[in-house]
């Protein structure tokens, strides 16, 4: 069985800082692992991505993640935080195998952006 | 990219009334779709597996008699809540993927308030 660990379940950052969110995760077969943001009552869009390619994953609005296999982690970063990315972010894995790609989500992260 | 849709996005009912929730991949067909439950400031919950032509799997937990899945088609699965009461109320999301991808399309979510 999979989980992931979202330490951290506020985060709160001035306009132009570095934005941090912390994943962790448990898996007793190489992972897929995912980001998603979700704005308020609307469903989640998938920012970045790692399947097993490239640990360093880039993806949109200027989000990177690094997956590390001995740390059991897939850090979400940004080097300079926008007032747009104050929303939930959720950390996500799945089995490479998994029928279905069925995902186990972490807690969730809410950003708070500070002007 | 692949959309999903839902329908209606609020809807609100009479408590012992059933409601439907149509969910919809626009632009692919879905040979598997999953439908979540997400309460205020928590993660996703995953309710059931549905996959086309087939019975859905439910999560521990959750009755299958209360919350009935189809997914008659390769673009179309429906939650319908039987029977509902104000502690059903929550944001009903789904995704939907394939076997040929590595991840999930969600929908915008629907907001279920029980009255």
């Known amino acids: 069985a999979q989980s992931v660990t979202q330490l951290g379940s506020h985060v709160s950052v001035s306009e132009g800082a570095l934005v941090l969110l912390r994943c962790n995760y448990s898996?007793?077969?190489?992972?897929?692992l995912f980001w998603y943001v979700q704005y308020p009552n609307q469903g989640l869009q998938l920012l970045l991505k790692?399947?097993?390619?490239?640990?360093l994953v880039k993806g949109i609005n200027g989000f990177e993640a690094e997956f590390k296999k001995s740390e059991t982690s897939f850090h979400l970063t940004k080097p300079s935080a926008h007032m747009s990315d104050a929303a939930e972010y959720f950390c996500?894995?799945?089995?490479?195998?998994?029928?279905?790609?069925?995902?186990?989500f972490g807690g969730g992260t809410r950003v708070l952006v500070k002007p | 990219g692949a959309v999903v849709s839902q329908h209606p996005s609020r809807v609100i009912c009479k408590s012992g009334t059933s409601v439907k929730i149509e969910c919809r991949s626009l632009?692919?067909?879905?040979?598997?779709m999953f439908w979540y439950r997400q309460f205020p400031k928590q993660s996703l919950m995953l309710m059931a597996t549905?996959?086309?032509?087939?019975?859905?799997?439910?999560e521990q937990g959750v009755e299958k008699d209360k919350f009935l899945i189809n997914h008659a088609s390769l673009t179309l699965s429906t939650l319908t809540v039987t029977s509902a009461h104000p502690e059903d109320s929550s944001f009903y999301i789904c995704?939907?993927?394939?076997?040929?991808?590595?991840?999930?399309?969600f929908g915008p979510g629907t907001r279920l308030t029980v009255t």
């Open positions: 995704s939907a993927t394939t076997s040929r991808i590595s991840e999930q399309y």
């Open positions: 898996s007793s077969v190489p992972p897929y």
């Open positions: 996500a894995v799945s089995l490479v195998k998994a029928a279905g790609n069925k995902l186990t």
């Open positions: 790692y399947t097993s390619a490239a640990t």
């Open positions: 549905s996959n086309e032509g087939s019975k859905a799997t439910y």
């Open positions: 632009d692919f067909q879905a040979t598997t």
